[in-house]
T-cell receptor, first 116, second 111 residues
């Protein structure tokens, strides 16, 4: 149980274009999903918290107009990187928490974004 | 300001011995802690967690110890196996918040 998927696993896009990343909880319902980013040889940094049916909460320094988050159902959250720049190239990982209240978060396999 | 610290970037342990990974935190508001195992270009895999009201949690070969007064936790893996070689992240959270991660410790199990 507690499987989280992400799609795509890797994507290459040109500067100025937008990229959508999907995060799904496959065998449980998640009222809350989180988006993290990891730069090479660094730790995972929380970008935003996504709650089903409400606006996402962004961490300090994360541009909400650049990283659009939608959590339309209890099993799906999407992150759209708009007007991508090379400095947005990173490893993006989502996690989900089971709605039944456990504090444990289960992570997706990650998406490698490269902006050329 | 780093709220979760893993001061050892790497640790080498012989197969069959005990691996001890350490983690310190500064925020006394954290009320749960988790350990994750991670390979490059993959998402973290959940290993074990502990609530702040406990001082020990055990699951198979993995045991996590929490010392709240010292704001310190450790992960013990015994016996260590070659498949345990990976980067281990300590993470902390409170309420419904996202997790704060340490920088990770690269564990190398030597045959």
């Amino acid at each position: 149980g507690a499987v989280v998927s992400q799609h795509p696993s890797r994507v290459i896009c040109k500067s100025g274009t937008s990229v959508k990343i999907e995060c799904r909880s496959l065998d449980f319902q998640a009222t809350t999903m989180f988006w993290y980013r990891q730069f090479p040889k660094q730790s995972l940094m929380l970008m935003a918290t996504s709650n089903e049916g409400s606006k996402a909460t962004y961490e300090q320094g994360v541009e909400k107009d650049k990283f659009l988050i939608n959590h339309a159902s209890l099993t799906l959250s999407t992150l759209t990187v708009t007007s991508a720049h090379p400095e947005d190239s990173s490893f993006y990982i989502c996690s989900a928490r089971d709605f039944r209240g456990s504090y444990e978060q289960y992570f997706g396999p990650g998406t490698r974004l490269t902006v050329t | 300001d780093q709220q979760v610290k893993q001061n050892s970037p790497s640790l080498s342990v012989q197969e069959g011995r005990i691996s001890i990974l350490n983690c310190d935190y500064t925020n006394s508001m954290f009320d749960y802690f988790l350990w994750y195992k991670k390979y490059p270009a993959e998402g973290p895999t959940f290993l074990i967690s502990i609530s702040s009201i406990k001082d020990k949690n055990e699951d198979g070969r993995f045991t996590v110890f929490l010392n709240k007064s010292a704001k310190h936790l450790s992960l013990h893996i015994v016996p260590s196996q070659p498949g345990d070689s990976a980067v281990y992240f300590c993470a902390a959270g409170g309420g419904a918040d996202g997790l704060t991660f340490g920088k990770g410790t690269h564990l190398i199990i030597q045959p």
